[in-house]
């Protein structure tokens, strides 16, 4: 469900974030904000000079009210930043919090079972892993056979079998064991298994700034450059011209002159999209990301369980020549009406469908005995008197009717070979010596992702499947859900390289990921957009900087509308922010040379009362513009994507340019008015 009006303004988040605020004051944490770090610093200096002139400086009330609407704004800012990093998370917390939590069943050298941490765990030890465990650590078995499913860790759909001797006795950490049991070696020490590796890629993961970024941060470096400059000079010009200006003055003709409008607003704008997102069902632990989403030109996606459903649904039955089509759906049916897994259930649903069965329930009869599936048989069915139906691999239905005096036939391999080359999972079914037919298994790409494919590709941007699958299952899930590449057969630092060749490249791209296991838990970190499902792991969602709720990969498309609304927001405000700058000037400079150089008046086009008046004027707006432009941008600038770039930089120069010089002079003239009645400057 729609989280409608729901907003991220929650009273927990508002208290952390104005208690965060202050803490924020520590200028080391300004660092990456260089435009409010002056600021606080010029706070700094007039806080102290109106302590040191309270009983000697007629101007302790001027400086007072200074030094008071500076540290507003500063910790106004602050605020605004508060909130929008709280909803961060930490990219490596839940891989570790899967590490602790695991158990083992060791064996102690008696052969009792002792129950011990996973942590613990060394190379050399041996453990026990019964049905539906966790698998504590990377080993061997050495005893037993299992099916295990490393959907998790390795991004196969499919559950695996492994075994004791040859190539396919290993086991991987927190994968889960679905059927038997196993006595495995563990093969790593604490800190070196697969599950570590992926957590120190994930902290090693670094984003990069975004383009617009960068852009923006040179543009405020330059104004404030600039603008320091010309105060820093000022006193000099002016002694010359036998005029004193107070540092408190000076320091607030540098505030009101850098563009700290934009400086404060830029994590509100941040917040926007988060609260813009929550709207989608997206929950966005990173402001950042959000912008980031509108410049991504490449994204990777996971298949299982993000372009795909997840799990292989029957969609297709197949008959032997000679055997009518009725009889190897009722023969499925059976053998199904007792097996739980998604494909028993999916083929039970599929021949009721196709024959028309009503009825809600269908049970099979007493006489019934169920066969379920086990990773030595390969295979599960039902025994009904002198029946024996069974339903599993080729191989392993051949062994069966083979000991039952059955021959495999050449059809049954060319049907298992059809379906196999498309990338579907054939399971055969067969009534004791007769081999029936063929069961198709495929992954369902999910509903409405190809046209969202296509709107992408219309953006500029590239879509590529990453995924552990074989070749011939991601090309056929490639083709059917419109992506225009893919990569298959995908290791975990595999989809990491990738996407730090992309990010390094040449053009050094934005690349967004979209994943839901934790073997995509690196990739995910390192993504400069990273959207994990919510119906993935934890360790996906803890990388992440986004959670999809609704599962959806086709949400990217709003997630890229809304962050190219936060760029044209920043974009609108920037304009705002630099073009009141101009209308403050107008308002300071005449007031601090008119006094001796009337001819200056001309320039005093507000009508300010007082020199004093003027510069409080201007700081107060300064810092009370900040609030007042909150709801532009929570509510930001829409975003058409039939606008051309021109068109839309023509529209904000127009309004919030020619706003941004209108409002000023309006509001500093409104205060001037206020502050002359109350008779403050």
Known sequence: MKQGKSSIFQRKILIDAFQGSFARLNPLKLLNNPVMLIVEIGAIITTILTIYNIFISENFLFN??????????????NFAEAIAESQ???????????????????????????EVSALTLKKDDLVWIKEGEIIPSDGDIIEGTALVDESAITGESAPVVRESGGDKCGVTGGTKLLSGEIKVKITVDPGETFLDNMIGMVESAKRQKTPNERALEILL???????????ITLPAFSNYMGISISIPILIALLVCLMPTTIGALLPAIGIAGMDRLLQHNVIALSGRAVEASGDVSVVLLDKTGTITLGNRMATEFIPMEGVELKNLMEAALMSSLADETPEGRSIVKLVKKELKVKGKDIHPSDKSHFIPFTPE????????????????????????????????????????????VKGDTPLVVADFDQVLGVIRLKDIVKEGIKNRLIQLRHMGIKSIMITGDNPLTAASIAAEAGVDDFSAEAKPETKLEMIRNYQSGDNQYLVA???????????????????????????????????????????????????????????????FSVAND???????????????????????????????????????????????????ALRGVKFRSTSS?????????????AGGLIIPFAGIKLIDVIITFLGGA
């Open 221 to 231: 470096l330059g104004l404030t450059t600039v603008f320091l400059a010309v105060v």
């Open 582 to 632: 101009v209308a403050k000037y107008f308002a300071i400079v005449p007031a601090i040379f008119a006094i001796v150089y009337p001819q200056l008046n001309v320039l005093n086009i507000m009508g300010l009362s007082s020199p004093a008046s003027a510069v409080l004027s201007a700081v107060i707006f300064n810092a009370i513009v900040i609030p007042l432009l909150i709801p532009l």
């Open 88 to 114: 961060g998370k930490a990219r490596a917390e839940s891989l570790k919090q899967t590490r602790t939590d695991a158990l083992a069943n060791k064996i102690r050298a008696d052969g009792s079972i002792e």
């Open 377 to 420: 048989t390969c295979m599960s069915g039902v025994d009904i008197g002198d029946k024996k139906i069974r339903k599993g691999s080729s191989e392993a239905i051949k062994k069966f009717i083979e000991n039952n005096g059955g021959i495999a036939t050449s059809e049954i391999k060319t049907l298992v070979e059809q379906v196999s």
């Open 64 to 77: 007072l009210q200074i030094t008071i609407w500076l540290w507003f704004t500063v910790i106004f800012a």
């Open 513 to 575: 990921m979209i994943g839901d296991g934790t073997n995509d838990a690196p990739a995910l970190a390192q993504a400069d957009v990273a959207v994990a499902m919510s119906a993935g792991t934890s360790a996906a969602r803890e990388a992440a900087n986004m959670v999809d709720l609704d599962s959806s990969p086709s949400k990217l498309l709003d997630i890229v509308e809304i962050g190219k609304e936060i760029l044209i927001t920043r974009g609108a405000l920037t304009t």
């Open 645 to 657: 770039v021109s068109k839309l930089l023509g529209m904000n120069l127009l309004i919030y340019g």
